[in-house]
């Protein structure tokens, strides 16, 4: 951490963003919303102009969900690489909105496609990020069976990050589903275990046990709120944090 809350300097030097690739659908639900891209860019283009590194990682559910076509009678290992080759597609249109904001980016994949993205390789991650750019990890961890959410913490590890933002559609972590109950209450703050023990849904079990192992801090958060990223980064009270401490 490089500053104070309400200091006005940034409190992280280097973040991972987690976005879903059902955040890119917005209200459509399917597909990629130019909207919400070009709104994504310009966060991260205010966020980027404090001297935070950025790095992001995005899903593909908006085009294709591996779980789900297993679960219709798909091979497991081909539905998730289908799910991978997505989110490959989700990174580049997110390039190019972040480009379009003034930003230079670079896309790193686990799965080698040369023609469209970098291999991702650890070193050169972490010199893109040095040198100003805004990294997108694609392809997840480039194995099947494992989530994007897994993805993001393993590269979040992998660079040395100093939290793990999960962006969402509601403002924290909750004791039960929000919008199917009223009476459910918003947690600010939750450890690790408490996750895992009382299965909130915030990532997947290997998601929450590697930042627990390498007490990487969670902050789960309201995306649809402009502007919540930089008020994140700038140390201000926003969603909910899970760490070791609670």
Do not use: W
């Amino acid at each position: 951490m490089t500053g104070a809350a309400g200091s006005g300097r940034p409190v992280y030097r280097r973040i991972v963003l987690k976005l879903s690739g059902e955040a890119l659908a917005g209200g459509q639900g399917y597909g990629i919303d130019p909207p919400v891209l070009d709104r994504v860019g310009a966060e991260v283009r205010d966020v980027a102009g404090l001297g935070v590194q950025v790095a992001i990682v995005i899903g593909g559910g908006n085009i294709f969900r591996g779980i789900a076509a297993s679960a219709g009678g798909m091979d497991r290992s081909t539905a998730d690489y289908m799910g991978m080759l997505a989110t490959v597609i989700n990174a580049l249109a997110l390039q190019d909105a972040l480009e379009k904001s003034g930003l230079q980016t670079r896309v790193l994949s686990a799965i080698e496609m040369r023609a469209v993205a970098e291999p991702y390789i650890r070193r050169r991650a972490i010199r893109h990020l040095e040198k100003g750019r805004v990294v997108i990890f694609a392809a997840g961890t480039g194995n099947p069976f494992f989530t994007t959410d897994t993805a993001g913490a393993l590269r979040a590890v992998e660079i040395g990050a100093d939290a793990i933002m999960k962006a969402t559609k509601v403002d924290g972590i909750y004791s039960a589903d929000p919008m199917l109950h009223k009476n459910a209450e918003r947690l600010a703050h939750v450890t690790y275990i408490d996750v895992l023990n009382r299965g909130l849904q915030v990532m997947d079990a290997a998601a929450i046990s590697l930042c627990m192992d390498n007490k990487l801090p969670i902050i789960v958060f309201d995306l649809t709120r402009p502007g919540n990223i930089k008020r994140i980064v700038l140390g201000e009270p926003v969603g909910s944090v899970v760490s070791s401490g609670g």
